[in-house]
């Protein structure tokens, strides 16, 4: 059943990107036929009509409904009994009932009573609207997939015994859900966010008997259906776990089989937990799913501050805000505890015993909340951090680098890495990312440049001297790498480089399949099995014979091949506070490097000491463990929302008739040059050809676009995208944004996300566009070429953006390759001696156009775009003067327009070069 006949009163299947949001508008649609039908019957051709919807609606929810504990198939059934009996009063108090629990969550609290004889008391209860406290009373809810092909009878007694375990000291409670399939466990987990668990049974098939694509788009997601057809009937339970495993291996697994265990021991089962050899026992199940799930519930340090913060203590240390005591006793600052409620202040300690720990030397919970971080995000070792990715980054490169080390950066990530590698005294090579100059952006760096540079290092036999290589993945803007290549292919030319993956806006990334396989983390596990198997060795061995004379030309245009004593050396480091739930400043450092234990552990150790305050704030610390349990349980669910707010937003800006006129949201096609799109996919939707699918462009292109990160082009307004941000989104209509370039503004969706929120966001562009359009309308001749003057100015006449110009010869070992010694520039730049200032004006342009070296003393950084346009020792180029004149915005750091420019004095550089001599 895969499409509707010819209801026109329903949006297609095809409108909607997820089969959530389809679900939840048909059990709406379902509510209102249903009203519909007590209110007119089903007689005349009205009634005709909506009993017609109505026996619609149930044929495409039954599909879905069948991934899901509740209402669940005999409820279902049932209702569908009442509609045929036409018992449309009856109908329509359960269909209520049903559709206000799944809204509400109720369901997951109690049994919701689908008959009118049974009182529903709780019927406008809505799960958001109770008080947290409430809230946190109750048991967390779960489904579990229970993989079976039996009979109906069967699949009672399935349910039916597993329900008899339950205990009233468990800690949670769950329903079963029964699906036939591997392919139906597969749809289910991806489908189905409540599935915490599933139980692999004998009796399982392979293939899905359902049609409906939507849903079996999701398939897609595992990988080449072919795998799937070639499975034998003998290995369906372990492949079944396998499968599971590539899609959510956040999941419990729990295999049941009739084979013996020395038939099973030692098969590969994915997350398969434990296998069962006797199928019957029940309570064993029972214990152990509620086990599996705890083990991702438990927060080891949250729990040890919560325990400290109720027990007695005496302060007599330096922090009279513990426990809110020099709050209450206040005269004048009552209303900050009003505010804060009392448990931020008892949960203040610097205690490092009593159940706590310390962030310096982890030994217990906060240890335990670490390694459980790592485990949650594919890393060998987590460090949390209360001092956002700024400082992971430094600690990293720190903890890395060593003076006189090459390393290769692109140039337009973060401040925190520049200053990192001045701190560590790295010899730098900066990278340019593609240009998206009509938008004043930048896109990433593309693989060619970066072997470029490689090849031309190895070429100057400085290979040895190359330490890392740092890269933004996903860049402020969403262009997301293909890790997995850049990783191959840099390995391919130096084995043991270090990577530092910067993935400040991508924590969530982990909790979606799609996104997963872009990750640092998931891309080092594949990247430490895959160097391991034989046809990568083999691989390797022909393409050096192949490559054995190649010139550069032949190794860029060539995909590399890493070889089998490659290293896999891989950190990343997240704001957890970004883009998941944890406080201000809360970031965590993943590992996962072969070589972490022999060389970095104790040089990691200092960094860490040097870039981490002795008071760590321990409610972040708590956050980031309360964090790490939720994306276990809920990121799947969370990540997927995100998603289709996103995905709702990009399909509502291009399918309006007003907002094209001022507005456009960069698709795929804009952002991603086409040399780097082998799939060829230019958007995610199109009102032509609708929603395309994610997952091709995600398995090859070079860049692929993260979909919630949402550009507006705003210069069609005449507003820059800085006057956008302030005085229309932020002061008229209260919308916040971050990040802006000269002509577009960045909306980001988050795991916080409603569809009120879009709804509300694109209710707020057609009030500006109407606005605008009546502007126009009663506008003046010179009011109108004034309106379009500023936007050629912002869409037309944009400053190209200049490149990274090169270290001046002070600062550089020889003019064979690029890398600068960004430190000792830095420091000379702390005598005022050795500096001048230059007014940004027609002779500055003069002398560069002459010849003339002029070098930057420090960094400037103009915002937006938020990158140094330059660094420290860098060669000032005509290009970046003319950048940095048609700039028009106030803020750029390192610049004060009073002074000008800060140069070096040229004895200044002749004495460093002198003293190099
Ligand atoms: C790419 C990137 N890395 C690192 C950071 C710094 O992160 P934090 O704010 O957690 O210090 C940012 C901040 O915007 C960023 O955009």
């Not at 967390?140 to 039916?160: K, N």
């Not at 305050?613 to 708590?622: D, E, K, V």
């Not at 998603?643 to 399909?651: D, G, N, Y």
């Not at 995600?698 to 705003?714: G, K, Q, S």
């Amino acid at each position: 059943m895969n499409s509707q006949p010819g209801d026109r009163s329903l949006p297609s299947i095809n409108e909607y990107y997820s089969a959530t949001q389809l679900r939840s508008d048909r059990w709406s649609a379902l509510r209102e036929a249903a009203e519909g039908l007590s209110r007119e019957g089903s007689e005349g051709r009205k009634g005709k009509k909506l009993l017609q919807t109505a026996e619609h609606l149930f044929d495409s929810l039954e599909v879905i409904e069948a991934y899901w504990a509740f209402p669940g198939a005999s409820s279902f059934a049932h209702l569908r009994r009442l509609l045929n009996h036409a018992n449309y009063d009856e109908l329509l108090t359960a269909v209520r009932r049903v559709a206000r629990a799944l809204a509400s969550g109720a369901y997951r609290r109690r049994t919701v009573p689908l008959s009118s004889d049974e009182l529903d008391n709780e019927d406008y209860e809505d799960e958001a609207a109770l008080s947290p406290e409430a809230r946190a009373l109750g048991r967390p809810y779960f489904e579990v997939l229970i993989v079976d092909d039996v009979s109906e009878q069967q699949e009672r007694f399935l349910r039916h015994s597993l329900l008899r375990m339950r205990r009233s000291e468990d800690p949670f409670i769950y329903e079963p859900v029964v699906v036939p399939s591997i392919e139906d466990a597969l749809i289910g987990i991806l489908f189905n966010h409540n599935v915490q668990a599933v139980v692999v049974r004998p009796g399982l098939t392979l293939k899905s008997r359902n049609d409906l694509p939507i849903l079996s788009r999701y398939l897609k997601r595992v990988g080449d259906p072919e795998d799937v057809e070639a499975i034998q009937p003998h290995e369906y339970g372990p492949e079944a776990c396998r499968l599971i495993a590539r899609v959510r291996p956040e999941l419990d697994a729990y295999l049941i089989t009739d084979r013996s265990a020395e038939d099973v021991a030692g098969l590969d089962l994915g997350i398969c937990r434990r296998v069962f050899y006797n199928q019957e026992d029940f309570l064993e199940l029972h214990l152990n799913i509620l086990r599996g799930v705890n083990r991702r519930y438990k927060t080891p340090f949250f729990t040890a501050l919560k325990e400290y913060s109720k027990q007695p203590t005496g302060v007599f240390h330096a922090m009279p805000i513990s426990r809110g005591k020099s709050i209450s006793r206040s005269h004048w600052i009552q209303d900050m505890g009003a505010f804060y409620g009392p448990n931020i202040f008892l949960a203040e300690t610097s205690a490092t015993s009593g159940g706590l720990d310390s962030l310096l030397e982890p030994r217990g919970p906060i240890k335990e909340a670490q390694d459980m971080a790592a485990r949650a995000f594919g890393a060998k070792h987590t460090y949390f951090a209360t001092n956002g990715t700024s400082t992971c980054n430094k600690i990293v490169t720190q903890a890395v680098v060593r003076p006189g080390d090459i390393v290769l950066v692109d140039r337009d990530c973060h401040k925190s890495h520049h200053y990192g590698m001045v701190l560590a005294g790295a010899n730098v090579v900066y990278m340019d990312s593609y240009p998206l100059h009509q938008y004043s952006m930048y896109g990433a760096v593309p693989l060619t440049e970066i072997k470029h540079h490689l090849l031309k290092l190895k070429a100057a036999g400085k290979l040895d001297r190359v330490r890392m290589i740092t890269l933004t993945n996903c860049t402020f803007d969403g262009l997301v790498y293909n890790v997995q290549r850049v990783m191959e292919e840099c390995l391919a030319i130096k084995k043991d480089l270090v990577f530092l993956w910067d993935e400040a806006w991508f924590g969530f990334a982990r909790f979606e399949p799609t996104y997963r396989q872009r990750t640092a983390m998931a891309t080092a596990n594949t990247l430490r099995q895959k160097l391991k198997e034989p046809e990568t060795a083999a691989a390797w061995e022909a393409q050096q014979a192949k490559l054995a004379d190649a010139g550069e030309e032949e190794w860029l245009n060539t995909r590399l091949v890493p070889p089998p004593d490659a290293r896999v050396r891989v950190y990343a480091t997240q704001s957890t506070h970004k883009t998941l739930t944890a406080l201000r400043q809360g970031s965590m450092i993943h590992v996962n490097d072969q070589d972490f234990k022999g060389e970095v552990e104790q040089a990691f150790h200092e960094a860490f000491m040097t870039h981490t305050s002795t008071s760590p704030n321990y409610q972040i610390i708590a956050s980031l463990d309360v964090g790490r349990r939720q994306v276990e349980l809920e990121g799947f669910e969370f990540v997927q929302r995100q998603v289709e707010s996103a995905m709702s937003i990009r399909r509502a800006v291009s399918t309006h008739p007003l907002l094209g006129k001022y507005f456009k949201v960069l698709t795929i096609a804009d952002v991603v040059p086409e040399t780097y799109r082998a799939s060829e996919s230019t958007h995610y939707y199109d009102p032509q050809q609708g929603w395309t699918d994610k997952w091709a462009m995600w398995a090859e292109d070079e860049f692929v676009l993260d979909p919630t990160r949402i550009t507006l082009a705003v210069g069609g307004t005449g507003w820059d995208g800085d006057t956008f941000k302030t005085k229309i989104l932020m002061d008229k209509y209260g919308i916040q944004i971050n990040k802006t370039s000269r002509n577009s503004v960045l909306f980001m969706t988050n795991i916080g996300t409603t569809r009120s929120s879009v709804a509300y966001l694109i209710e707020v562009l057609v009030e500006i566009a109407n606005e605008l359009d009546e502007l126009l309308d009663d506008a003046s001749k010179m009011e109108r070429r004034s309106f379009e003057n500023r936007v050629a100015a912002l869409v037309e006449h944009v400053p190209p953006l200049p490149d990274f110009s090169r270290f001046h010869d002070a600062f550089r070992a020889d003019g064979d390759t690029p890398e600068g010694d960004i430190r000792t520039a830095y420091f000379l730049a702390y005598d005022e001696d050795n500096c001048d200032y230059l007014a940004l004006d027609d002779t500055l342009m003069e002398r560069l156009d002459s010849g003339e070296e002029l070098v930057s003393t420090s960094f400037i950084i103009p915002y937006p775009p938020g990158f140094p346009i330059l660094v420290p020792g860098q060669v000032i180029s005509p290009e970046i003067l003319k950048f940095m004149r048609a700039l028009d915005v106030s803020e750029i750091h390192g610049y004060r327009a009073d002074l000008g420019l800060r140069v070096f004095t040229k004895a200044a550089l002749d004495d460093v070069l002198t003293k190099k001599s």
